[in-house]
Nanobody
């Protein structure tokens, strides 16, 4: 059974930092592309960042470029999202997702497995 478990969310002041983690089990993690998405209240889920397999190419939505960094540790079956210079508009539930084909696509439809999400709240 595939499980993706996010952690690291919380309440932070604007300008602060958080690092989200997503621990994967039940799949060959090192051969999956991984992505982070977020959903703000009353809005649809949107792409944040992704890392492909095997090249490890990264992609970010424009609003987080230069502030967020996605990385992975295949030995720990974990993908990370380092978030710096946080803004109130970053407030959302953050989800990680796994893509069997490793594309690192920004499209949510390419991801087969999803975590339950972790809340990030940025106060002004």
């Amino acid at each position: 059974q595939v499980q993706l478990v996010e952690s690291g969310g919380g309440l932070v002041q604007a300008g602060g930092s958080l690092t989200l983690s997503c621990a994967a089990s039940g799949l060959t993690f090192s051969s999956y592309g991984m992505g982070w998405f977020r959903q703000a209240p009353g809005k649809e889920r949107v792409f944040v960042a992704a890392i492909s397999w095997p090249r490890g190419s990264t992609d970010y939505t424009d609003s987080v470029k230069g502030r967020f960094t996605i990385s992975r540790d295949n030995a720990k079956n974990t993908v990370y999202l380092q978030m710096n210079s946080l803004k109130p508009e970053d407030t959302a539930v953050y989800y990680c997702a796994a893509d069997f084909y490793g594309s690192g696509s920004p499209s949510s439809r390419t991801y087969e497995y999803w975590g339950q999400g972790t809340q990030v709240t940025v106060s002004s």
